[in-house]
Nanobody
């Protein structure tokens, strides 16, 4: 079984920064994709950023240039550095892990990010 534990959410003023972390444990295959999604009230969950086990990254247009995703393969941890935060970034942020070998996706419980104007 795989578990994802997120940390680092909170309340920040517009223009500020936060760093999210997500540690994965359990049966994790070497080849995988880790990422962050977010869901604001009344909206669908959307991809924020993802990173493959070899470091290829993908970002939503709305966060390009402001957010940076990275990972530590030894610690099985993914990070999301969020700079220049805007009120529209307010959402619950979910960690995601996709194991291609078994075609399975796992989700964390989510961490709240609130950006005040």
């Amino acid at each position: 079984q795989v578990q994802l534990v997120e940390s680092g959410g909170g309340l920040v003023q517009a223009g500020g920064s936060l760093r999210l972390s997500c540690a994965a444990s359990g049966s994790i295959y070497r080849l995988n994709v880790m990422g962050w999604y977010r869901q604001a009230p009344g909206k669908q969950r959307e991809l924020v950023a993802s990173i493959t086990s070899v470091g290829h990254t993908n970002y939503a247009d709305s966060v390009k240039g402001r957010f940076t995703i990275s990972r530590d393969n030894v610690k099985n941890t993914v990070y999301l550095q969020m700079n220049s935060l805007k009120p529209e970034d307010t959402a619950v942020y979910y960690c995601n892990l996709v194991l291609a070998a078994v075609a399975t996706a796992y989700w964390g419980r989510g961490t709240q990010v609130t950006v005040s104007s």
